[in-house]
């Protein structure tokens, strides 16, 4: 079965720490995978896809088909990353398969 | 560019009631997506439209339909609401298949 997991529902860091957001999928295809952002009060927006292997906003996330894995990462967290963090898989060609969420709260 | 608009914010419905919610694409997309996200959970495919054809159906009911307009604009339908159905929708415009989508800010159904 197609599935994407998150396991931490929310996750608290201190401004400065490391962050790393897990990601785990289940899929017997080639995968494609986002890591979606939803700050307070606005949309769903991508904030990178593995595809692309750029960092946003000091975010990496590296797919690794060995453990099915596609966590997030950012080496010094900042306030104004506290937000709701999704990650996806693309599924065949036409949906997404969303995980629950992971909400990062970083405190000052 | 504008980017993809839903209406209305929100509304209130009763059990077995019918609705509607409109979905206006991002300019330059032909391919729009529906979701479903309940509280505390991540958003649920419902379907996809691609040049006025259903293109793909996740795991929900045929009281759950939809439309694409020739300006690439949708319509998620309804039938027979139940309480369940109360959650956030979103649309997601889309310049092709399986390529980045773009979020509108959703609409929020409460079934009474």
């Known amino acids: 079965a197609q599935r994407v997991t998150q396991p931490e529902k929310l996750l608290s860091v201190f401004k400065g720490a490391p962050v790393e957001l897990k990601c785990n999928y289940s899929y017997s295809g080639s995968p494609e995978l986002f890591w979606y952002v939803q700050y307070s009060r606005q949309r769903l927006q991508l904030l990178l896809r593995h595809i692309s292997r750029e960092s946003i906003k000091g975010f990496t996330a590296d797919l690794n088909k060995g453990e099915t894995s596609f966590h997030l990462k950012k080496p010094f967290a900042q306030e104004e990353d506290s937000a709701m963090y999704y990650c996806?898989?693309?599924?065949?060609?036409?949906?997404?398969?969303f995980g629950t969420g992971t909400r990062l709260k970083v405190l000052a | 560019e504008t980017g993809v608009t839903q209406s209305p914010t929100h509304l209130i419905k009763t059990r077995g009631q019918q609705v509607t919610l409109r979905c206006s694409s991002q300019s330059g997309h032909n391919t729009v997506s529906w979701y479903q996200q309940a509280l505390g959970q991540g958003p649920q495919f419902i379907f996809q439209y691609y040049r006025e054809e259903e293109n793909g159906r996740g795991n929900f009911p045929p009281r759950f339909s939809g439309l694409q307009f020739p300006n690439y604009s949708s319509e998620l339908n309804v039938n027979a609401l139940e309480l369940d159905d109360s959650a956030l929708y979103l649309c997601?415009?889309?310049?092709?298949?399986?390529?980045?989508?773009?979020f509108g800010p959703g609409t929020r159904l409460t079934v009474t």
């Open positions: 996806a898989l693309g599924s065949g060609t036409y949906k997404y398969i």
């Open positions: 997601a415009s889309s310049s092709g298949q399986g390529v980045e989508q773009y």
